[in-house]
């Protein structure tokens, strides 16, 4: 079995528990952190699921909101059906046909 790891994305969330309800809210305080952003990558941030980030930054939106990592990005572990191969199941039955191996011989 295969394991696929999905995670969340609450930013917007903790920031509407915290009194921010515009992205104009956040950016004195990571200015004050020192995170630089455009006013499009916060709205990218804010609105979307990030599929990578820097760590600087997450340490930024952390510290702002005072929340743990686990409040902002959940994290779910499910088990997903691997391929099926065909091999577990392939031990040969007994008196099963096997092939000669080739013998090569020169021409005379």
Not at 21 to 40: A, E, F, K, Q, V
Not at 70 to 98: K, Y
Request: positive net charge; glycine residues 8%; hydrophobic residues 40%.
């Amino acid at each position: 079995m295969q394991r696929r790891i999905e995670h969340g994305w609450r930013l917007r969330e903790l920031m509407a528990a915290r009194g921010m309800n515009t992205i104009s809210d956040l950016i004195p305080h990571l200015s004050d952190r020192g995170i630089h952003l455009s006013d499009s990558q916060i709205y990218r941030l804010v609105g979307g699921t990030p599929e990578r980030m820097n760590l600087n930054l997450l340490g930024a939106i952390l510290d702002t909101l005072d929340c743990s990592f686990e409040e902002l990005c959940p994290i779910t572990v499910q088990a997903a059906p691997g391929r099926a191969t065909g091999t577990a199941d392939a031990a040969p039955a007994q008196g099963a046909f096997r092939p000669a191996r080739a013998r090569i011989r020169k021409p005379q």
